[in-house]
């Protein structure tokens, strides 16, 4: 997969950040608004409550609470990223609250009032529901910049693992399918948010609908493929077999063209590598030993044309700073070449998403 031209170090190359989470909870209907607004003033009361009232296996996922509570707005995003050349970031939906069957649609209005807007934007929808149609519709009206949705599969039947739906067959459904070919009718895409052990559905859907664009969010959250994790993975062996199904699934994935990956989220507590629990985070030489090998593994079995670099921020900067994992992604792939790097880091998800580039 290497190239002839030279390495692109960090910093040299335009980057597109494929999966950003903003959010303002103090200002817009989240999850943790009611708590954010009444206890905002006291971090440390805010903190305590939210250990008292979200469930074990909610706050195992998030790891921390700061991160969770606090605004994530595109100025906070630019602070992380420094100096280094990233043109800008696709945001992916966000816990948005409100209520109505079109008040998903309000999170991509939103986003149009910030001062730096996503490059493209991808919307909650819950397919499944009978409005989803109307609420596609909704999206692509309140933003030119819409792309697509998200809509959160990841289930596990370990009690100690956050589950984002309530349906861990809900890929099978008809109502689900009705609104994955409302979707592909409309020339969108899919985010695909699911656990290693869901990839054997997402393949079947991949298969059953190849028309329809979708991507793989966090290269699919392998459930405690680095350490134990919400009562999984307690023996070497159960994280053997964690990654041999882990591999499995993906490579049946890779058999459909259509299909591409993101790869990020391996910050997320639930891969299972503890950085979160350290008194120091990681450096980017032992995220460069750590996860080097899986993010390679992925692009070798899809192809750099098909794999998106995305930060996952600020979920992953529970473990690392945004830094350290552009820096540490750049050197992973840096015996790739300058080509298929800028594909890696830029191109693959500016076409993905339709993102045109800056002379358009």
């Known amino acids: 997969m290497t190239d002839t031209d030279d390495t692109v170090r960090a910093g040299e190359v335009d980057v597109l950040d494929a999966h950003v989470h903003l959010w303002d909870p103090r200002t817009t209907p989240r999850t943790v608004s009611p708590l954010v607004r009444t206890l905002g003033w006291a971090p440390r009361w805010m903190d305590r409550v939210a250990r008292l009232v979200v469930p074990r296996a909610t706050l195992d996922f998030v790891g921390a609470t700061d991160h969770v509570v606090a605004p994530f707005l595109p100025a906070t995003w630019r602070r992380g990223v420094g100096a280094r050349r990233v043109r800008g970031f696709v945001h992916v939906e966000a816990d948005w609250m409100g209520r109505g069957p079109l008040a998903l649609a309000d999170e991509t209005r939103w986003l149009e009032t910030l001062d730096e807007r996503p490059l493209a934007i991808v919307g909650g929808v819950h397919l499944a529901d009978p409005d989803a149609g109307a609420l596609l519709d909704a999206h692509r009206h309140a933003s030119p910049r819409f792309r697509g949705v998200r ?28 609104g994955y070919e409302a979707l592909g009718a409309r020339g969108l895409s899919f985010d695909a948010f699911v656990y290693h052990t869901q990839l054997t559905d997402l393949a079947q859907l991949a298969e059953d609908y190849p028309d329809t664009p979708l991507v793989l969010d966090h290269m699919g959250t392998p459930i405690a493929l680095a350490g134990p994790f919400g009562g999984l993975g307690q023996t070497a062996q159960a994280r053997r077999d964690v990654e041999a ?22 910050g997320m507590p639930i891969v299972g590598w503890g950085f979160h629990q350290r008194a120091a985070p990681p450096d980017v030489g032992e995220v460069v030993e750590r996860l080097g090998p899986h993010v390679r593994f992925v692009i070798e079995r899809f192809g750099p044309d098909r794999c998106l670099f995305a930060s996952n921020f600020p979920m992953d900067s529970v473990s690392f700073a945004y830094g ?30 339709r993102v045109p580039s800056p002379s358009a």
């Open 324 to 353: 350290t994992w552009l820096d540490a992604f750049t050197a992973i792939t840096a015996d790739l070449g300058a080509a298929t790097q800028r594909k890696l880091l830029l191109d693959t998800a500016a076409r993905f998403y």
């Open 151 to 178: 809509d959160k599969l990841a289930f596990s039947d370990a009690r100690g693992v956050h589950s984002w739906t309530k349906r861990g067959d809900l890929m099978r459904t008809g109502a689900f399918r009705r």
């Open 245 to 266: 199904a882990w591999h499995d699934g993906l490579a049946r994935l890779a058999e459909c063209p259509h299909v591409h990956v993101k790869l990020s989220g391996f």
